[in-house]
């Protein structure tokens, strides 16, 4: 991913969807259990945002998905 921005303390990371369009990304939908899945796809990379992490009264709503660190980049970084 390209052009993004890390602010530190904020509990959620934001992400721009538009900046994924920029980049050539596809956005995709489907539905799973009665639950909209959004997700964005590039070549054989694929993200999906299968969490729904608050909701307003207009019924908008943030979608999120769990990020689970990669163990070698982990080990890795503990040598340095």
């Known amino acids: 991913m390209k052009n993004f921005k890390v ?3 904020l509990v959620k990371n934001l992400f721009s969807l538009s ?3 920029r980049n050539d990304w596809d956005l995709l ?7 909209k ?10 993200y999906k ?3 729904k992490v608050s909701e307003n009264a207009n ?6 998905m769990e990020i689970v ?3 070698i980049n982990e ?4 040598k340095k």
């Open 49 to 51: 945002f299968d969490k």
């Open 29 to 35: 939908t489907e539905t799973k259990d009665d639950n």
């Open 69 to 71: 660190p990669d163990k």
């Open 7 to 9: 602010v530190p303390g």
């Open 59 to 64: 019924r908008g709503y943030f979608m999120g």
């Open 37 to 46: 899945v959004l997700k964005i796809k590039k070549n054989n990379v694929e």
């Open 75 to 78: 080990d890795q970084k503990r």
């Open 19 to 21: 900046t994924v369009m």
